[in-house]
């Protein structure tokens, strides 16, 4: 991939590797007007996660796990059709599919732990949700139509 705009980086030190990854184009609709029916702009960067050595083993279960539904026999595709030169949609694919691994492989968050609300806080809540109530009721009667 010649003058592309260097390595894309998944997370820490694991790059994209350029030689797992397979383009296509065809083209486009969308912006370009007659530019359109003569080029090939649309870009489409498939990557094979089954398959690949790139990712450490435990990056790429957990990415196969999550990307389950997007994978076509352990391939993940990313499409890029929104700019005029297939060159910037190249980086838009490549950059696209950086993070979609990124967040794929990214650790799951850590469990929540159970908090009690304080028990002042709730007195508080109930004294001014009765403060409020005894405020409206005042409000009926004479005088207030």
């Known amino acids: 991939m010649d003058g592309m705009s260097g390595p894309h980086v998944i997370r820490g030190s694991v790059l994209l590797p350029e030689a797992e990854l ?18 090939d702009s649309q870009v489409e960067l498939r990557f ?20 389950a539904g ?24 490549a950059v696209r599919l950086a993070a979609l691994l990124a967040e794929a492989t990214a650790p799951p968050p850590r469990p929540r732990r159970p908090t009690r609300v304080p028990r002042g806080i709730n007195e508080r809540r109930l004294r001014e949700k009765k403060q409020r109530a005894q405020t409206k009721r005042g409000r009926t ?5």
Do not use: Y
């Open 141 to 145: 009667g004479k005088g207030w139509d």
């Open 22 to 39: 397979m383009w296509r184009f065809s083209r486009s609709s969308g912006p370009g007007g007659q530019h359109v029916n003569t080029t």
């Open 70 to 93: 997007r994978l076509t026999d352990g391939v993940v595709t990313v499409r890029a059709s929104e700019h005029r030169s297939q060159w910037r949609n190249r980086e838009a694919a």
């Open 48 to 67: 094979d996660l089954a398959r690949t050595e790139a990712l450490p083993q435990a990056w790429k279960e957990r990415a196969l796990q999550r990307l």
